[in-house]
Antibody
Framework: QVQLQESGPGLLKPSETLSLTCTVSGDPLSDYHWSWIRQPPGQGLEWIGQIHDSGSSNYNPSLKSRVTISVDTSRKKFSLKLNSVTAADTAVYFC????????????WGQGTLVTVSS | DIQVTQSPSTLSASVGDRVTITCRASQGVDSWLAWFQQKPGKAPKLLIYKASNLESGVPSRFSGSGSGTEFTLTISSLQPDDFAIYYCQHYSAYSPWTFGQGTKVET
């Protein structure tokens, strides 16, 4: 059973780059799509993007110009970079696994709060 | 891009009630629709995938139906543990995902 854990800085200043890592334990990384989703305080879920272990990726069009998702299958980690952050990027960031096809998205990490404040 | 719209945004119900939440897609999505439950401070939990398939370990009082543009999540007999926020999600392997805005089920 795959388990995921997010890690990274919890506080950033405006214009900095958000960098988060998701560490995967359990099943190997192959044949999974690895995703990032965020949730501003008190609001709904927003999909950020996903990457397949082959390196193929797609992103939310509204964030695409600022987002990079990468995967390191040998180290069983995948990462999110979001540049030029503002207060609007303050959110709980979740990583999640998706096996592709009709299967649903899960499991998820527990989430990590990132606050952007000067 | 495909948008998904949930209704209602808030639903008041009591233990034992039958509860139905609706999700509409802005264009046909076949059965690429999932439902999640989220409780405060927790990650969303997958309940239903492929519109009507029950995720392993999820109680059978949860069910999903629909295809194309209109979908429903039904809880046949609401239990105390079911008070939460529910989200629908359009997903697929190679196109953008979108989430509904959420439905809060409260007492």
């Amino acid at each position: 059973q795959v388990q995921l854990q997010e890690s990274g800085p919890g506080l950033l200043k405006p214009s900095e780059t958000l960098s988060l890592t998701c560490t995967v334990s359990g099943d190997p990384l192959s044949d999974y799509h690895w995703s990032w989703i965020r949730q501003p305080p008190g609001q709904g879920l927003e999909w950020i993007g996903q990457i397949h272990d082959s390196g193929s990726s797609n992103y939310n069009p509204s964030l695409k110009s600022r987002v990079t998702i990468s995967v390191d299958t040998s180290r069983k980690k995948f990462s999110l970079k979001l540049n030029s952050v503002t207060a609007a990027d303050t959110a709980v960031y979740f990583c999640a696994a998706y096996r592709g096809g009709w299967s649903g998205v899960g499991p998820w990490g527990q989430g990590t709060l990132v606050t952007v404040s000067s | 891009d495909i948008q998904v719209t949930q209704s209602p945004s808030t639903l008041s119900a009591s233990v034992g009630d039958r509860v139905t939440i609706t999700c509409r897609a802005s264009q046909g999505v076949d059965s690429w629709l999932a439902w999640f439950q989220q409780k405060p401070g927790k990650a969303p939990k997958l309940l239903i995938y492929k519109a009507s398939n029950l995720e392993s370990g999820v109680p059978s009082r949860f069910s999903g139906s629909g295809s194309g543009t209109e979908f429903t999540l039904t809880i046949s007999s609401l239990q105390p543990d079911d008070f939460a926020i529910y989200y629908c999600q359009h997903y697929s392997a190679y196109s953008p995902w979108t989430f509904g805005q959420g439905t809060k089920v409260e007492t």
